[in-house]
């Protein structure tokens, strides 16, 4: 076979080859998306999950229609800026925080999922921060009064299998932060991890063995993060935060 006519059929291959990877992008994209948006919405859900456990259902086994029915009738979505005020048109799902983050923190905006679960409301607030290797990220649930923890969830992009990465995993550790508070007396606190174990029950959570770093990340993370949310939380006036903002 001459040189001319390989040239000609490696050329056919790789157009062929091309159509194909694009065919497969354009009928595979929306399918992508459709999972990307079904885990993410499963992710905010885990930070109610005791909430969502006492009234019958599970995070772990709901069903991916599930998941979407309860964020169609059960749950309220908002998008806020640093003052507080409400950004129109825009869903909280939308809210990329790996781009917030990079922009100036005036400029930034804030998703917030309000759910109605069994007569009560809670508020989910999503976070994002620095582990040990690489970005760290969550949803914390506080109830009506904008100060007790109902719930978290965490997650990561690096950190190690057994130790840092037990943000996500370990679902006994997480449950800790179930009843914490983060105000005290009026002034805002957040939710410390301590390494060696919590000494204020009402605002501590004990560490990581052998994960102090991402365990500090965590509290850095909840404490800026969090506070990020107080204009907002004194504006929706649901509970004594409204009294404790200055």
């Known amino acids: 076979m001459s040189t001319k006519y390989i040239y000609t059929f490696a050329l056919i291959m790789t157009v ?6 694009a065919g497969s992008k354009v009928v595979l994209g929306p399918i992508a998306e459709v999972n990307e948006d079904i885990f993410n919405k499963r992710q905010i ?5 005791v909430p969502l456990e006492e009234s019958g259902k599970s995070v772990a086994t709901l069903t991916d229609q599930e998941v979407l029915d309860i964020f169609d009738k059960q749950v309220e979505q908002a998008v806020v800026m640093a003052d507080g005020e409400t950004v129109e048109g825009v869903e909280a799902i939308e809210v990329d925080m ?10 930034r905006m804030y998703p917030v999922y309000e759910v109605a679960l069994d ?14 290797w690489d970005a760290i990220w969550g949803n914390i649930a506080l109830k009506e009064d904008m100060n007790t923890v109902a719930g978290v969830s965490f997650d990561h992009a690096g950190e190690t299998p057994g130790l840092g ?8 550790w997480r449950s800790q932060f179930a009843g914490k ?8 606190v957040s939710v410390y991890v301590r390494k060696g174990g919590a000494v204020d029950m009402d605002h501590e959570v004990d560490g990581l063995s052998g994960a102090t770093v ?12 969090l506070k990020a949310y107080e204009p907002y939380m004194k504006e929706a ?4 935060t409204s009294m404790l903002i200055k």
């Open 165 to 172: 990465a037990e943000i996500k995993d370990n679902a006994k």
């Open 98 to 107: 790996a781009k917030e983050r990079k922009k100036d923190e005036t400029e």
């Open 16 to 21: 062929l080859v091309a159509l194909m990877l």
């Open 237 to 240: 006036g649901n509970g004594p």
């Open 214 to 225: 991402t365990a500090d990340g965590v509290t850095d993370m909840l404490y800026k993060g």
């Open 181 to 188: 508070k983060i105000y005290d007396n009026g002034k805002y």
């Open 45 to 49: 859900l885990e930070a109610i999950s």
């Open 119 to 132: 007569g009560t409301k809670y508020y989910i607030f999503s976070v994002r921060g620095s582990g040990l």
